[in-house]
């Protein structure tokens, strides 16, 4: 087997690698001080377009974007590089060492990802001409809206809210909540998941249809907080109101009744995304333990000296590298067999990084004392956003029965 990266991926690597040395690293104090100093609260950071142009000059823009919809060796022109999802992995992690600032900088954060992804995949030329090359090109953000507050969301047969077809249009009623990123004023466009037929089969009953943020009727109600935190960073999660709202026919996504599949194939790559990111986000817990231990006496001698802080990072290094394989394996099985061939994989991935990374957070937390809680550090909050990956993109519990049947299914 062959483990390493291939030329292409070396090279990203590495100018990306100098771009968070030059670029990421020393603008993190900025970015916090200029999130307390905004007239918007969910306004991004003026650090933060300045952190684009740069990435941009870079030819570090829209790497998440694969092959089929990328621009190949240039994208000067707003469009991914065309990586696959085994070259982009890497380039993941490394963003996820500074997870509020360096994906939005590459414009690579979610939820623009899925949803650029979503319109290039099932968007008609009008809709990706609307909607997806301002997001390409970072003018703009996206909201994705399936989550409701009245029902059980991790089965999305659920849903509620009603997408109606009017004369030459739809009419949507319903209520979402923790809709990611729709409290930032940039966010211009929603994707909205809901009924057209209640009564077709459970899959086909759900569809897709974008709504511009301005459509009257729509109303983001209130920020949703994370443990205490808003996430203003990155736009916030908003409790969205939708009373009889009013868009063209061709606004929908495909057909009616391709919702659930739309979905299925949108959180297909969100799923890696996000593992990819954390893994990125453990290193730099890892490092910032390191540091810490090394930095601070207890009881005569420093405090990395002690046996039980040793046992964390030993046992931190081994359970990461344990996760590094299998997200780079799920990676390559996404790309030589498909996300239906890596399901099994995918689901496994998602039950393990959430885990595995908030118990590095919890030891670095630990091994940081009070610090560890404080605003000093990102390991507070950090942790708060793995502790959500448990729930965002399907809970565990309904990946492990998923990935459950599969493997009963064998011996049947």
């Known amino acids: 087997m062959d483990f390493a990266f291939d030329a292409r991926t070396e090279e990203l690597r590495a100018k990306l690698s100098e771009f968070m040395d030059s670029h990421i690293y020393p603008a993190e104090p900025i970015f916090e001080e200029q999130l307390a100093q905004r007239e918007n609260p969910w306004s991004a950071p003026p650090v933060v377009e300045d952190l684009k142009a740069a990435a941009r000059e870079r030819g570090l823009w829209n790497l998440f974007l694969p092959g ?11 469009h991914g590089l065309g990586l696959t999802n085994l ?6 992690e490394i963003t996820g060492r500074s997870p509020h600032l360096a994906p939005i900088a590459l414009n690579c954060a979610a939820p623009d ?3 650029m992804e979503v319109l290039a995949q099932f968007g008609t030329d009008a809709q990706r001409k609307q909607w997806l090359e301002p997001l390409l090109d970072g003018e703009i953000r996206s909201a994705f809206a399936m989550t409701e507050p009245e029902v059980a969301s991790s089965d999305a047969r659920n849903i509620t809210t009603s997408i109606t077809r009017d004369g030459d249009g739809y009419v949507i009623t319903g209520r979402k909540w923790y809709i990611t990123g729709a409290m930032n004023p940039d966010c211009a466009i929603f994707i909205v998941m809901g009924k057209t037929d209640p009564s077709a089969e459970p899959h086909r009953q759900q569809s897709m249809i974008l709504v511009s943020r301005d459509t009257p009727g729509l109303t983001v109600k209130r920020g949703m907080k994370v443990f205490g935190y808003d ?7 908003a409790e969205v109101i939708f009373d009889q709202v009013r868009v063209p026919a061709e606004n929908l996504l495909v057909e009616e009744g391709a919702g659930f599949g739309i979905a ?5 790559p969100g799923r890696i995304h996000h593992c990819m990111r954390s893994i990125g986000v ?8 390191c540091r810490r231990t090394l930095s601070r006496t207890a009881f005569g001698k420093p405090i990395a000296e002690q046996g039980v802080v040793q046992d964390w990072i030993a046992e931190a290094r081994v359970r990461i590298e344990q996760l590094r394989m299998l997200v780079l394996k799920t990676a390559w099985l996404m790309d030589t067999v498909g996300n239906r061939g890596a399901h099994t994989e995918i689901q496994a991935i998602k039950i393990a990084t959430p885990s595995t990374v908030e118990w590095v957070l919890d030891k670095a937390i630990q091994a940081h004392g009070a610090g560890g809680l404080s605003q000093d550090f990102p390991l507070a909050e950090m942790w708060a956003q793995i502790r959500t990956l448990r729930f965002a993109d399907g809970p565990d519990e309904v990946h492990k029965r ?7 299914r064998k011996y049947k």
Request: charged residues 15%; proline residues 2%.
């Open 68 to 78: 089929e919809h990328g621009a190949g060796a240039s994208n000067a022109g707003g």
């Open 87 to 92: 070259q982009y992995a890497p380039l993941a």
């Open 113 to 115: 990802t899925g949803n």
């Open 231 to 237: 996430d203003s960073s990155h736009g916030g999660h």
């Open 264 to 268: 299925q194939a949108r959180l297909g």
């Open 282 to 289: 453990a290193e730099r817990a890892i490092e910032l333990m």
């Open 402 to 408: 998923s990935l459950a049947h599969r493997e009963l």
